[in-house]
Nanobody, 117 residues
Framework: QVHVEESGGGLVQPGGSLVLSCEAS????????MGWYRQILGNERERVAT???????TTAKFVKGRNAISRDNAANTLRLQIYNLKPEDTAVYFC???????????WGQGTQVTVSS
């Protein structure tokens, strides 16, 4: 079974930055997409940024220009840095691995990010 685990997050002041890390383990196929999603209280989960095993990225408008996403295919790890954080970035952030062969989605438990002074 594929296991996905996040780390990072916590309380950050407005204008600050943070790094979210994710590690996937288990029988992971070579063709996959890893990404970060977030869920603001009362809202549906939404995509933040993703990167394929070939390095193709997508970025949501609300973080464009203030984020950096990268991955290590050999280690099955994913890193997301978000700069200039705003109170509206407060959410639970989830790491996802999407297997392009099986179409399965694997999710981490989520990590809380709170942006507040």
């Amino acid at each position: 079974q594929v296991h996905v685990e996040e780390s990072g997050g916590g309380l950050v002041q407005p204008g600050g930055s943070l790094v979210l890390s994710c590690e996937a383990s288990g029988p992971i196929s070579s063709r996959n997409v890893m990404g970060w999603y977030r869920q603001i209280l009362g809202n549906e989960r939404e995509r933040v940024a993703t990167v394929t095993d070939e390095g193709v990225t997508t970025t949501a408008k609300f973080v464009k220009g203030r984020n950096a996403i990268s991955r290590d295919n050999a280690a099955n790890t994913l890193r997301l840095q978000i700069y200039n954080l705003k109170p509206e970035d407060t959410a639970v952030y989830f790491c996802n691995l999407h297997d392009l062969f099986t179409r399965e989605d694997y999710w981490g438990q989520g990590t809380q990010v709170t942006v507040s002074s």
